[in-house]
């Protein structure tokens, strides 16, 4: 047999309607039930506002006051999208054991949604993931800090990308036949323990 869940909404009402008959003319007892009668009407609420906010569709002051407080991350003037993949990351971290699958779930989060992603062991204790691009407001070294935190202890975390703002990426020239150098900077990597 399934139930379904049903706010009630009239606890105060529904609880004094209850009183045996002698304590109904009672006007302090009265009042004292009534009191505690809203409070349970405020958890009730409470608990459904919970139940049916999810953070997906939190936006504005909820993100803040809810979501924000508790993951203890402040908006910093991003944009409701952007907070949002900001408490992900935040999260993925804070229950993050280090594992391979939670690393690239948490890049995945964190890059480009069409960037290729790679994730390499490297014997005894080391990690390279390489993004094939970042263009996300979060910047490459951003990424790598974030990563890092989630990473399990002792383990090197290399993270490689190249960014897609950067106008001048150093690379290859994929004009001519022979392999020269494009003018430009570097693609960035950033490695840490």
Do not use: C
């Not at 951003?142 to 202890?153: M, N, S």
């Not at 383990?155 to 703002?165: E, K, N, P, W």
């Amino acid at each position: 047999m399934s139930t379904s869940l049903s706010k009630v909404t009239s606890h105060e009402l529904a609880g004094l309607g209850l009183m045996v008959e002698q304590f109904k003319e009672a006007t302090n007892f009265r009042e004292l039930i009534g009191s505690y009668l809203r409070q349970a009407q405020e958890v009730e609420d409470s608990l459904w506002a919970v139940l049916l906010m999810t953070m997906a569709n939190a936006e504005g002051d909820q993100l803040d006051e809810v979501y924000g407080n508790l993951v203890g991350i402040e908006r910093n003037g991003r944009t409701d999208a952007d907070y949002r993949i900001a408490l992900q990351a935040q999260i993925s971290i804070n229950r993050s054991s280090g594992t391979y699958d939670e690393l690239l779930r948490l890049a995945r989060l964190l890059v480009d949604s069409s960037s290729v992603l790679t994730l390499t062991e490297h014997y005894p204790a080391a990690i390279e993931i390489r993004a094939a691009t970042v263009s996300h407001e979060t910047t490459g070294e951003t990424i790598a800090a974030k990563l890092r935190e989630a990473k399990a202890a002792g383990v090197r975390l290399i993270f490689i990308y190249q960014a897609t703002t950067d106008e001048n990426v150093f690379t290859w020239d994929s004009t001519t036949s022979t392999q020269e150098w494009d003018g430009g900077e570097w693609a960035t990597g950033t490695d840490g323990a």
